[in-house]
């Protein structure tokens, strides 16, 4: 299927280099936490909180599979961070299209999302080391269901754009 899907770590600029992307394409931006607040009628804090982790990445693996039951194509999908962490999801997304993995650094991650209490996972005494670890448990699994890995961490949002295009392109 012809679309690129974009990994990685919150705050590691999926949705932003997703826009730019879709733009560039002609394609449809979706992110699929937003989809997944609009279905629920709920903010993923409160899903997290009444229904729990495991219902959430539940409803990321039907939206994946919906996805491809209906064949929907020319899309850039911006993932939420803990998507890829299911071995089904990393061979759904792989079956959607060219998966870019966007690799950030914990102290690049840490300085784009401090203070941000609409993410669920860091609401915690020292974000920072929770930061750390999850990326350390996460990064092989974001590596093993990409095509390629785009180090975002020196790389204006722009120059990230372009590369993935060029390497979309060769794929």
Do not use: W
């Amino acid at each position: 299927m012809e679309n690129i899907i974009l990994t990685g770590y919150m705050g590691s600029g999926k949705t932003t280099i997703g826009k730019n992307l879709a733009k560039q394409k002609n394609f449809t931006f979706v992110d699929t936490d937003e989809m997944i607040v609009k279905q629920q009628h709920s903010s993923i804090n409160k899903i997290f909180a009444t229904e729990g982790e495991q219902a959430f990445r539940d409803m990321e693996t039907a939206l994946l599979r919906q996805f491809i039951a209906d064949k929907k194509e020319h899309m850039v999908i911006s993932t939420g961070g803990g998507m890829p962490l299911r071995a089904e999801n990393r061979q759904l997304l792989s079956r959607l299209g060219k998966v870019v993995y966007l690799k950030a650094s914990p102290k690049t991650i840490y300085a784009r999302i401090k203070g941000d209490t609409t993410r669920p996972l860091l609401q915690c005494e020292n974000p920072m080391k929770r930061i750390e670890e999850m990326i350390a448990a996460r990064e092989p699994l974001y590596e093993e269901g990409a095509m390629f890995v785009v180090d975002v961490n020196a790389l204006r949002q722009s120059e990230a754009t372009l590369l993935i295009l060029e390497k979309c392109i060769l794929i």
